[in-house]
């Protein structure tokens, strides 16, 4: 049954051609999905196109990125309009000063900095942090994805140098003995503390409130800085998910929906901090970046953003809150908060994957499923539907 649903995707000529230039047919590892993914054609709203045509309620939204879903008309507007303009210069634009107000005004961080993608928001932040502190060591939670930088990565992976390991510490997140007791032996060679407050990989859940302030206390105390990685969660309040944690970070690094479905990164903190990479002052850290705040992205994003008000976050936030009551009302076990939803049953995650999508559902690989504005309760309650079948279809 399920080989009939993946046969035409194995067979199409797509995976031929794909096969002959990339090593299984694959340049983004998150996008492989065996024997053979399905290519995107086109998308409309929430509604994605594939190359046999078939069309599927897209929850996966380019892992949590299109928050308008796709060809978003406000968008589309300042996009072309930029396009007739230029797409990037050598000189800065009024585009990256107008998304860094933005941000600014959204979660009260002052300071900003823009890059194309997570992974160097991340590598920008504790770049940062070790200039600012002087320090070396980074402490981060096992589980937890923050991009591909080898300081993110386990250091018993490929290609990632034996070295690495002396200046990064991964922890068990929620554990505060053992935070503890790594910060009393060499806290004060911490440059920062790197937390996502509901890392998808380690399995959607929010961090506990008393762990995430003991972390505060304790970087404070050490002089370490905090940095909070909000390029997923960022979407779940107006500020930020640091925001229902009520507590301030030293830096907070964003990615994802903060670039309207363009490549896009971006660092906040406050004046002190960023101070760092003032190109005035001496010593400070130099970030280039040929496409850093292209004019593109930064005007998609500002639209993006600009119609992600409170109104629409709470919107999203209840269809994710109905989506996980109706599915835990259904038996069916799953985590998350605000427009992100996970789900933890024991099964064959990839026949999962298939027998979801040829039901009408793209989620992500790890069942990561995140909603977009041009959702109703209407998609919600069709994705229950199709999620119960599924998972009778794989048990
Ligand atoms: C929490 C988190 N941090 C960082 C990244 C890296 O972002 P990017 O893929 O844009 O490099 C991701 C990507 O999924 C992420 O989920």
Redesign the pocket.
């Known amino acids: 049954m399920l080989d009939d649903i993946m046969k035409p995707y194995r067979e199409h000529p797509l995976t031929d051609r794909a096969k002959k230039v990339m090593t299984s047919g694959n340049t983004r590892s ?1 996008l492989f999905i065996p024997p053979a993914p399905p290519y995107a054609v086109s998308g409309s709203g929430c509604i994605l196109t594939d190359n046999l045509n078939h069309q599927v309620i897209d929850l996966n939204n380019n ?3 299109m928050i308008h879903g796709h060809s978003y008309e406000p968008i589309n507007k300042v996009v072309v309009d930029q396009l007739s303009k230029g797409t990037a210069f050598g000189l800065p634009t009024e585009s990256d000063v107008a998304l860094a107000e933005v941000m600014a005004a959204r979660t009260g961080i002052q300071y900003w900095r823009f890059s ?7 590598m920008t932040a504790i770049r940062g942090a070790r200039a600012f502190t002087g320090r070396d060591v980074i402490v981060r939670f096992a589980g ?5 930088h080898e300081v ?1 990565v386990d250091p018993t992976a490929a290609g990632i140098p034996k070295t690495t390991s002396q200046v990064v510490v991964a922890l068990p997140q929620g554990n505060k003995a053992e935070f503890d007791r790594v910060m009393a032996e060499m806290g004060t060679q911490v440059a920062a503390v790197v937390l ?1 407050l509901m ?3 380690a399995g959607l859940v929010p961090a506990d409130q008393s762990f995430v302030q003991h972390l505060r206390e304790s970087t404070l105390k050490y002089g370490s800085l905090l940095v909070i ?5 960022f979407r779940v309040g107006v500020g930020g998910m640091h925001k229902e944690y009520g507590i301030s970070p030293d830096l907070i ?1 964003v ?2 929906v903060m670039g309207g479905g363009f ?3 971006g660092v906040g903190g406050s004046q002190e901090i960023m101070s760092v990479f003032d190109p005035i002052r001496s010593g400070t850290v130099s970030l280039g970046g040929t496409f850093s705040a292209n004019p593109v992205t930064m005007r998609a994003g500002k639209v993006a953003m600009d119609n992600f008000g409170l109104n629409e976050v709470e919107r999203l936030n209840g269809l994710g809150e109905n989506l996980r009551a109706q599915l835990r009302e259904s038996g069916v076990k799953v985590s998350g908060f605000g427009s992100l939803a996970r789900l933890h049953e024991d099964v064959d995650l990839n026949n999962l994957w298939w027998e979801m999508y040829s039901r009408g559902v793209l989620a992500g690989t790890t069942t990561l499923m995140s909603l977009s504005t041009p959702m109703s309760q209407g998609h919600i309650d069709e994705i229950v539907k199709v999620i119960k079948q599924s998972l009778e279809a794989v048990k």
């Open positions: 998150t892992y949590t990125a194309n993608s997570g992974t160097e928001a991340l937890s994805y923050h991009g591909s993110f996502d890392p998808n990989r990685d909000e390029v997923i969660t690094s990615g994802k490549p896009v990164g």
